[in-house]
């Protein structure tokens, strides 16, 4: 199994900007749905960006406007572009992989983590005040 591996977390004042990576091949040539979740501690990892392979983008209200997924298919890289970065924002961030289609409210869902089966081992974002 193809391994999902995320690089670019690290410890940024608030109001910062901070660009996650995510080296995603075959999923991408496979045309999966490709995501970013985050976790804290104690709770369910929360989707935060969502892309179709037609190029379709899904954001929760919490992120909608300051957080960007993008893909990149020569360096079969997926992005995720965070500005304006909140205390909130800290968290474990973790790419991941499903095949076939998503539709944009199901991957809004609480319990949208247990749709994808493909994880990556997570990189750690940490907002200060």
């Known amino acids: 199994q193809a391994q999902l591996v995320e690089s670019g977390g690290g410890s940024v004042q608030a109001g910062g900007s901070l660009r996650l990576s995510c080296q995603a091949s075959?999923?991408?040539?496979?045309?999966?749905?490709m995501a970013w979740f985050r976790q804290v501690p104690g709770k369910e990892r929360e989707g935060v960006a969502g892309?179709?392979?037609?190029?379709?983008?899904t954001y929760p209200d919490s992120v909608k406007g300051r957080f960007s997924i993008s893909l990149d298919n020569v360096k079969k890289t997926l992005y995720l572009q965070m500005n304006n970065l909140k205390p909130d924002d800290t968290a474990a961030y973790y790419c991941?992989?499903?095949?076939?289609?998503?539709?944009?409210?199901?991957?809004?869902?609480?319990?949208?983590?247990?749709?994808?089966?493909?994880w990556g081992q997570g990189t750690q974002v940490t907002v200060l005040a």
């Open positions: 892309r179709a392979s037609d190029g379709a983008s």
């Open positions: 075959p999923y991408i040539d496979l045309n999966y749905y």
């Open positions: 991941a992989a499903r095949p076939g289609r998503l539709r944009s409210p199901d991957f809004l869902l609480p319990s949208s983590s247990r749709l994808f089966g493909r």
